[in-house]
């Protein structure tokens, strides 16, 4: 039985179609209950509905051998697993974003509002710029509006937050999508399962790219 950790929500249910696809179905996943896990020994799979962003730690810990975590999330904490494939599926990106018009003051210190402290201090340090994060949980948006902070690094999709909220990018961190991820001791030990599960995804992938052309 291979144990999965697939995020809760929109992302997690586009994910659990394509593992479905590739041959891992679990039909009682589609009823509408509150259960949390859903286990289909003909396929020899046990999904888990997590948090998106504890999914790297149930797979760190090896709670899971494996599951699917954003990019933005493996960038944050630097979970010690495997990433083997990019799903291609919940694309964004990571972006700095202000008030529109705004303009970077090489001599004052850049306050930077953001749920991704680490992502960006390794940005902003790589550019050997003086920042002040400060770590927000949520609505990002504000910061700036209110005076909070002069920019935000969050992730934009449509971009429509930013634009409804006079906000606009200032520049692009990284591109981020859904990846498959391991354990270390699971990719060892179910080295095999793990790897058909994974080029069974590529392939699938594969084919609805081809499809989609
Ligand atoms: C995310 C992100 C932006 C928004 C971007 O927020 O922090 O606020 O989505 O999407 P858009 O470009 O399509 O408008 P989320 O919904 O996760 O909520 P929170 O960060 O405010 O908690």
């Not at 999965?4 to 509408?32: M, S, T, W």
């Not at 979970?79 to 529109?100: F, H, Q, S, T």
Request: aromatic share 8%; glycine share 8%; with cysteine.
């Amino acid at each position: 039985m291979i144990n999965i950790a697939l995020p809760k929500g929109r992302l997690g249910e586009v994910v659990y179609d394509a593992f479905e696809k590739a041959g891992y179905g679990c039909p009682q996943i589609h009823e509408n209950s509150r259960r949390l896990i859903f286990e289909s020994e003909e396929n020899g799979v046990r999904y888990f509905w997590v948090k998106p962003s504890d999914v790297a730690i149930y797979v760190e810990r090896g709670a899971a051998d494996i599951g699917v975590a954003g990019k933005d999330i493996l960038l944050e904490y630097e979970p010690d697993i495997y990433e083997l494939l990019d799903l291609d599926v919940g694309k964004c990106r990571m972006a700095v974003a202000a008030k529109n018009g705004f303009r970077y003051d090489a001599g004052r210190t850049l306050r930077v509002a953001t749920k991704f402290p680490n992502i960006a201090r390794n940005f902003y340090n790589e550019q050997s710029r003086d920042i002040d994060i400060i770590k927000l949980n949520g609505s990002i948006e504000l910061a700036p509006i209110l005076g909070l902070s002069d920019v935000i690094v969050d992730i934009v999709e449509t971009g429509t937050t930013l634009k409804e909220n006079g906000l606009s990018v200032v520049e692009t961190v990284v591109p981020i999508s859904a990846r498959l991820i391991a354990n270390k001791v699971s990719y060892k030990f179910h080295h095999e399962a793990i790897l058909a599960l994974s080029e069974k995804l590529a392939q699938c992938m594969q084919k609805k790219s081809e499809e989609s052309k």
